[in-house]
């Protein structure tokens, strides 16, 4: 399945003002997830992963993740509902899939106009804004209601996220061992661009 979305750095506070304005419906409200990476072997370097995330209100997903293009549908998923995060971290080492780090991220989710609005906190970067949908007129609509860019759009996974901040290259952020809401290490401190 061909995943439709955009992500924007973007001020939460003027975005939620604008998704309320526009009759946006709060599916879900602000909570802490958990995700757990993993390589599949024999696959490296092709843009695919497995994720296993504690989506962080009882829901426990399993997801094979490929990032072909970074483009606004350039991303494959395949998700499905699991009952343990911990037995799904179990069952892919099991399967010789080798775990690669653990994120933490804050979300706040959205609808409007048919697309789901994801209001983002990642540990070491501003927050952004995610946008979903089934197809890429209804992402463009609405980010340009809330008031967004789309010549700003951030496309495929997060580590393009690091980059506009860090002076870090994608394999270096997929090779950090934890993402986790602390001080920004100093070794990554070092990496910051300058504004």
């Given at each position: 399945m061909?995943?439709?979305?955009?992500?924007?750095i973007a001020d939460h506070s003027k975005v939620r003002r604008r998704l309320k304005e526009l009759g946006?419906?709060?599916v879900k409200p602000l909570r802490q997830m958990t995700r757990q990476n993993a390589?599949?072997?024999?696959?490296?370097?092709?843009?695919?992963?497995v994720r296993v995330r504690d989506e962080g209100d009882g829901v426990i997903t399993m997801s094979y993740k490929c990032v072909e293009k970074r483009t606004l549908s350039g991303t494959s998923e395949i998700c499905l509902q699991v009952d343990s995060f911990?037995?799904?971290?179990?069952?892919?080492?099991?399967?010789?899939?080798?775990?690669?780090n653990i994120q933490q991220t804050r979300r706040e989710s959205w609808k409007l106009d048919g697309a789901e609005v994801d209001l983002d906190e990642w540990p070491w970067v501003p927050p952004f804004v995610e946008i979903e949908a089934s197809d890429e007129q209804t992402v463009l609509s609405v980010a340009r209601k809330l008031g967004l860019d789309v010549t700003d759009a951030i496309f495929g996974s997060?580590?393009?996220v690091y980059q506009h901040y860090y002076d870090v290259t994608e394999d270096e952020v997929n090779d950090w061992k934890e993402i986790i809401?602390?001080?920004?290490?100093?070794?990554?401190?070092?990496?910051?661009?300058?504004?």
């Amino acid at each position: 399945m061909i995943e439709v979305e955009a992500k924007f750095i973007a001020d939460h506070s003027k975005v939620r003002r604008r998704l309320k304005e526009l009759g946006g419906e709060l599916v879900k409200p602000l909570r802490q997830m958990t995700r757990q990476n993993a390589d599949i072997p024999g696959r490296a370097g092709d843009g695919s992963w497995v994720r296993v995330r504690d989506e962080g209100d009882g829901v426990i997903t399993m997801s094979y993740k490929c990032v072909e293009k970074r483009t606004l549908s350039g991303t494959s998923e395949i998700c499905l509902q699991v009952d343990s995060f911990e037995n799904a971290v179990a069952f892919l080492k099991e399967c010789g899939i080798t775990t690669r780090n653990i994120q933490q991220t804050r979300r706040e989710s959205w609808k409007l106009d048919g697309a789901e609005v994801d209001l983002d906190e990642w540990p070491w970067v501003p927050p952004f804004v995610e946008i979903e949908a089934s197809d890429e007129q209804t992402v463009l609509s609405v980010a340009r209601k809330l008031g967004l860019d789309v010549t700003d759009a951030i496309f495929g996974s997060v580590e393009p996220v690091y980059q506009h901040y860090y002076d870090v290259t994608e394999d270096e952020v997929n090779d950090w061992k934890e993402i986790i809401f602390s001080p920004v290490p100093d070794w990554l401190e070092k990496k910051r661009k300058k504004p």
